[in-house]
């Protein structure tokens, strides 16, 4: 009889299309696509800073590695493309990535910023904080996220 239903399962995972992994399997990454939407400040705050917080953001997490990649339009500008992040907190209910850009303008002045962005994964809310480092600003933005991979 257990020899029997052993056929059966293997018969069906066949048909299926489902793979036994012979090896363990390495943990995915996986990928959130988040919009926001920046508070609104006084012109004269936040003119300077208005861009800091992108209203589009690519997280890719492996959780195994405890690494993130950040992309938004942003880095794209400054690096041409994605930066690695830090992966500050990762659990059941909430992920939390930190991101520095550093950027110099056409003056030669150099400007540092630090990105915090924590989504709460059961609501799939997202707050992102930006602080331009030597400015005593700290900006804000609410939105939510969507898990694509």
Same mark, same amino acid.
Do not use: H
């Given at each position: 009889?257990?020899?029997?239903?052993?056929?059966? @399962?293997? +018969? #069906? +995972?066949?048909?299926?299309?489902?793979?036994?992994?012979?090896?363990?399997?390495?943990? *995915? $990454?996986?990928?959130?696509?988040?919009? %926001?939407?920046?508070?609104?400040?006084?012109?004269?705050?936040? &003119?300077? !800073?208005?861009?800091?917080?992108?209203?589009?953001?690519? !997280?890719?997490? /492996? $959780? +195994? %590695?405890?690494? @993130?990649?950040?992309? /938004?339009?942003?880095?794209?500008?400054?690096? &041409?493309? @994605?930066?690695?992040?830090?992966?500050? *907190? *990762?659990? /059941?209910?909430?992920?939390?990535?930190?991101?520095?850009?550093?950027?110099?303008?056409?003056?030669? +002045?150099?400007?540092?910023? $630090? =990105?915090? %962005?924590? #989504?709460?994964?059961?609501?799939?809310?997202?707050?992102?904080?930006?602080?331009?480092?030597?400015?005593? *600003?700290? =900006?804000?933005?609410? &939105? &939510?996220?969507?898990?694509?991979?």
């Amino acid at each position: 009889m257990r020899v029997l239903t052993i056929i059966k @399962a293997t +018969a #069906l +995972a066949v048909i299926v299309g489902w793979v036994v992994p012979t090896a363990p399997a390495k943990a *995915e $990454e996986v990928t959130y696509e988040c919009v %926001a939407q920046r508070r609104q400040y006084p012109s004269e705050v936040w &003119g300077r !800073f208005r861009n800091l917080i992108q209203p589009r953001m690519v !997280f890719v997490v /492996d $959780e +195994a %590695a405890r690494t @993130a990649t950040v992309w /938004d339009p942003l880095i794209e500008q400054v690096y &041409g493309g @994605a930066v690695e992040g830090n992966l500050r *907190e *990762e659990s /059941d209910r909430k992920l939390v990535v930190t991101w520095n850009i550093f950027s110099r303008g056409f003056n030669l +002045a150099q400007a540092r910023m $630090e =990105f915090r %962005a924590s #989504l709460i994964k059961q609501s799939n809310k997202l707050i992102v904080t930006a602080v331009p480092i030597g400015y005593p *600003e700290r =900006f804000f933005a609410r &939105g &939510g996220c969507v898990q694509t991979s």
